[in-house]
């Protein structure tokens, strides 16, 4: 099993609304990672957490707030977003280092916000 | 400031031929660089990957090659296919955690 798994795979929400996004793996990887990717543009990384812990905050607005329940789930907690916050949300995970390492990546979450 | 650049933002190439991306970096800490390739509202598909002490590295149709002296990768595709048209992102990893991507080049491959 090679996949991270991202529900939901589109989401439209409010201004006012909260909302979370999921992200799995089942790889045994104990690093995961969230980026933000705007069309036409490179995917930017917002968060990592690094054996559960977080350990890298890209200087991300609180209004989007990370949370890892364990070493398999990854969430994106959601509020009072703004809209050029719309974007696609993408999770991936990794070994925490060493030789051959790369990143999986999900299939994204295509955030709007209205 | 952009310290993994792709300069072109697309290429076109004949199915069968050679396809040649091409990646520049500034930072002197990365260690590993990565390709990915993505297709619309999809995630990044890893392609192959590089260590620093290495130059070359292959695997199948994809070779990329590293000039750490030049601070400069490239991506090799031979024979290009249509299927291989996409989105191209160079990436590069500072001892393994984060990954900073190039802008991305789209290959298009012509029947």
């Known amino acids: 099993d090679t996949e991270v798994t991202q529900t939901p795979k589109h989401l439209v929400m409010g201004m006012t609304n909260k909302k979370s996004l999921k992200c799995e793996q089942h790889m045994g990887h104990r690093a995961m990672y969230w980026y933000k990717q705007k069309a036409k543009k490179p995917p930017e990384l917002m968060f990592v957490?690094?054996?559960?812990?977080?350990?890298i905050n890209e200087s991300v607005p609180s209004r989007f707030s990370p949370e890892c329940p364990n070493s398999s789930l990854l969430n994106l907690h959601l509020h009072a977003l703004q809209p050029e916050d719309s974007a696609l949300y993408l999770c991936?995970?990794?070994?925490?280092?060493?030789?051959?390492?790369?990143?999986?990546f999900g299939q994204g979450t295509r955030l709007t916000v209205v | 400031d952009q310290q993994v650049k792709q300069n072109s933002p697309s290429l076109s190439v004949q199915e069968g031929r050679i396809s040649i991306l091409n990646c520049d970096y500034t930072n002197s800490m990365f260690d590993y660089f990565l390709w990915y390739k993505k297709y619309p509202a999809e995630g990044p598909t890893f392609l192959i990957s590089?260590?620093?002490?290495?130059d070359k590295n292959e695997d199948g149709r994809f070779t990329v090659f590293l000039n750490k002296s030049a601070k400069h990768l490239s991506l090799h595709i031979v024979p290009s296919q249509p299927g291989d048209s996409a989105v191209y992102f160079c990436?590069?990893?500072?001892?393994?955690?984060?990954?900073?991507f190039g802008e991305g080049t789209q290959l298009t491959v012509n029947p």
């Open positions: 957490y690094s054996y559960e812990k977080l350990s």
């Open positions: 990436a590069a990893s500072d001892r393994g955690s984060r990954l900073t």
């Open positions: 590089i260590s620093s002490i290495k």
């Open positions: 991936a995970s990794s070994r925490a280092g060493g030789d051959g390492w790369r990143a999986f």
